[in-house]
């Protein structure tokens, strides 16, 4: 099934100017493209164009003409999209429509008139793709971001349309969980032959397996149409604020041009021996500094348990501490418990045994109110936190709420965080205008704000760019150092985890099995397989080129990202 762009452009009934400007773009039957850009450039919008929501959810004006299998899309309703192509949204609540698992998975067979007999066994072998298997009864409000994930994908896979579209299908998995769902899509796209489309910001996961294009977007246009090889070569990625894979950086570093690059999307073909060369003269062992951190516990969880029910779990005894000044990452595979520890944190889950402890105090003897004075959370989905049309008012609530600040003094603190957290042009903007990793921002401005001891962020990297969550995390690290202020990141993005925290606590199946430094963590092969993380590209890197002291390698690496 053929999709066509023509002169194709978009305006939110809500803003000035248009969104999408001028696109011509064809995506012929059978193809499988990735479609990246900075946050804010227009790559939802566009999805949000092919699957329908535009025009017949969200409103404005579009010129030009779109047509999916030589029908133009002018003449549709919303029925004749969905007959077309299927979608996983980036926002995974707004796609439930079932009250259990299975139910959401079965839906798409349910419209389709399958009778109960054949779609049983589909939904059960879709479910087990994923690693859904043991959850068919569970409620969706029960699920992790990442399970939520997944129920959305098996909703999709079991769908029978010629195209498919994900919308960052990889903002709330872990690592392993990534890979795997890459590789789903692929073996899909190869035994069927449907039209695949990917946006995504996660690059380096979504390459796993092979592109054969990729479109580049910036500022609701589209600036390159390329092979992957090309693209990587090009210089593009970095220019546009995408984070290029870790070990196309490291050879890079290393003084290797991109001109004498072999298969760069590959990190074993690109491994050459001149690349070898370069990389062991490049590569000079360094002492890992590390900063001197007082043992002060801010945050205390001892024997913390929690279930669901009483056979289930999700928190088993787990106890840890963080010290004031810190700055730890909390990982592990979806439904490892990472999430449930931050509700419990603030009090929107009661734990069944064990204790947490904010600077002495038992947060048991909190009020929810009470405690957010001293924790500051920002939460997975930006749109659980959102509660005004505007973004300076959603920013601003905070401050007003504690009524000892005069508006003219809480706007020139809201137009501070508004311009550490790149938003500073949105000011008056209405937050419906906002793609998704721009309402994780609002949401981060919003904490950040009200200056708690404790910021905890909950894969804050999710729908981000490369530009926009190093300048934010920059501010964050800024904060930790020059303040104090603590902060526990709970993340699958494994570059994120690399450059800025120290400590990390490992998580499995509601258990704790590992704290220790962060790159002892990813210099353990057995230990990520047990959390289901994933060696880096560094690692791989390092391997393929001999160097034996991987852990050395990778500190080498971050310390000079970090100086740079």
Known sequence: MTIEFSDFSFKYASLDKPTLKNINLRIEKGQKVLIVGPSGSGKSTLGQ????????????ETSGSLSIGNRDTRSFEMHDFTLQLGTVLQDT???????????????ALENQMVSNLEMYPIVKSTASMVNLEQMLNREPSQLSGGQKQKVSLA???VD???ALLFDEPLAALDPVTSKKTIEIIDDLHRTSGKTIIIIEHRLEDVLHREIDRIILMEAGEIVADMSTDDLLCSGLL??????EPLYLSAVKAAGVSPTNFNRPSKVDELVTPQVVSKLNQWYKPVSESQSEVRQDPLLSITNLTYSYDDNDKVVNDVSFHVNKGEFVSILGKNGSGKSTITKLI???LNQDKGSITIDGIDLATLSIFERSEQVGVVMQNPNHMISHHM???EVAFGLRNKATLSEQQIEEKVDKILDLCGLSKYKHWPIEALSYGQKKRVTIASILILEPKLLILDEPTAGQDYNNYSSMLKFIEQLNKTLGTTVLIISHDLHLVLEYTTRSIVLADGELIADKPMTEVFSDPKLLRVSNLATTSL????????????QGFMNFFITRERAA
């Open 391 to 393: 973004i300076y008012d």
């Open 93 to 107: 609540d707004s796609q439930f429509v079932g009250l259990s698992v299975g139910e959401d998975i079965a839906f």
């Open 160 to 162: 029978q349309v010629d």
């Open 238 to 243: 970095s220019k546009h604020g995408i984070r």
């Open 539 to 550: 690692y791989e890197l390092a391997k393929i080129s001999g160097i034996e002291d991987t």
């Open 346 to 348: 603030m009090g929107v």
């Open 49 to 60: 164009c092919l699957n329908g929501l535009i025009p017949h959810a969200i409103k404005g």
């Open 155 to 157: 909703g999709i896979l």
